[in-house]
């Protein structure tokens, strides 16, 4: 069964600094891997997808993310955090076999930026 | 519309009663699905539906559970006699399903439901 692990329950950055994300995957053929951001009290927002073709993905806000199919994972990055950042970031996974298309969600993580 | 719509945005029910939280897709999306996320947790998938019909109810905890599509278009989660386990945000999504699976799905602001 497809699961997504996401290892850090928070990310603290200092405004202007890179940040990192991380997430893993489990997944019985090629993934297709989502990013979501969550703020308080909202829906989820959809940032990027990999699907396939190039290993790094660009998305909304700044943001980027690196597919590595060798070590199962698909961090999200950003060059330089704002403090606006700061919120709940969600990894997915699809499994492309799966005729639902649902997403499976990781745990997620809250990032934290302070200015 | 423009976005994914739900209503309301938030219920408080009494453990036991009934209770139905709807969901308005984007225009022209024929795949809707419905998630329950609690408090620190990430979403869990509760149902899928393509068209009318719901191709997987697979993540549906029990049977006082239940969602309808009758026209393809709006959805409607309905749980029955309520118990404070229940309380959660209750996201709808939609996406345009082409048959082709790298389609992004799209949440709306979710309905907030409170069993006390």
């Known amino acids: 069964a497809q699961s997504v692990a996401q290892p850090e329950d928070q990310v603290n950055v200092a405004e202007g600094n890179p940040l990192t994300v991380k997430c893993t995957y489990s997944?019985?053929?090629?993934?297709?891997l989502f990013w979501y951001v969550q703020y308080p009290n909202r829906g989820l927002q959809f940032l990027l997808k990999?699907?396939?073709?190039?290993?790094l993905v660009k998305g909304s806000y700044g943001f980027e993310a690196e597919f590595n199919k060798s070590q199962t994972s698909f961090h999200l990055k950003k060059p330089s955090a704002l403090v606006s950042d700061s919120a709940l970031y969600f990894c997915a996974v699809r499994d492309p076999m799966d005729s639902s298309y649902k997403l499976i969600f990781g745990s997620g993580t809250r990032l934290l930026v302070r200015p | 519309g423009a976005g994914v719509s739900q209503t309301p945005s938030n219920k408080v029910t009494e453990k036991g009663k009934y209770v139905e939280l709807r969901c308005d897709p984007i225009?022209?999306?024929?795949?809707l699905y419905w998630y329950r996320q609690s408090l620190g947790q990430g979403p869990e998938f509760l149902i899928y539906?393509?068209?009318?019909?719901?191709?997987?109810d697979s993540g549906l905890p029990n049977d006082r559970f239940f969602a309808v599509r009758p026209e393809g278009s709006v959805s409607t989660l309905k749980i029955q006699r309520t118990e404070r386990g229940d309380s959660a945000m209750y996201l709808c999504a939609s996406s345009a399903q082409t048959g082709a699976s790298g389609n992004t799905i799209y949440f709306g602001e979710g309905s907030w439901l409170t069993v006390v």
């Open positions: 997944v019985s053929g090629n993934p297709y």
């Open positions: 225009s022209g999306h024929t795949a």
């Open positions: 990999y699907i396939t073709g190039d290993n």
């Open positions: 539906f393509q068209g009318t019909g719901a191709a997987d």
